[in-house]
Nanobody, 117 residues
């Protein structure tokens, strides 16, 4: 099992940048795929990005492609989400998740990102 703790959220102006971090406990982190999701007020949680266990493969939602970058540092048990060119539609609670097999099974508590226009 793995526990996930997100950090790095906050208030940013439109056009600005933030980097989210997700720190994982447990020695199995480096074998898990990882992902980021977000949930805007009144909406369902949506997939943002994922990264394979070794960082060799990444996938992005169309809404963030070219603006967001997911990365990981297995030595630090941490996955990152670099977010650039933020706009008001990026306002949401952001969650990281771990995928031991084919499903995302472990979730963090989330971190709030608010983009002011």
């Amino acid at each position: 099992q793995v526990q996930l703790v997100e950090s790095g959220g906050g208030l940013v102006q439109a056009g600005g940048s933030l980097r989210l971090s997700c720190a994982a406990s447990g020695r199995t982190f480096s074998s898990y795929g990882m992902g980021w999701f977000r949930q805007a007020p009144g909406k369902d949680r949506k997939f943002i990005a994922s990264i394979s266990w070794n960082g060799g493969s990444t996938i992005y939602a169309d809404s963030v492609k070219g603006r967001f970058t997911i990365s990981r540092d297995n030595a630090k048990n941490t996955v990152y989400l670099q977010m650039n060119s933020l706009n008001s539609e990026d306002t949401a609670v952001y969650y990281c998740a771990a995928r031991p097999t084919v499903k995302f099974e472990y979730w963090g508590q989330g971190t709030q990102v608010t983009v002011s226009s």
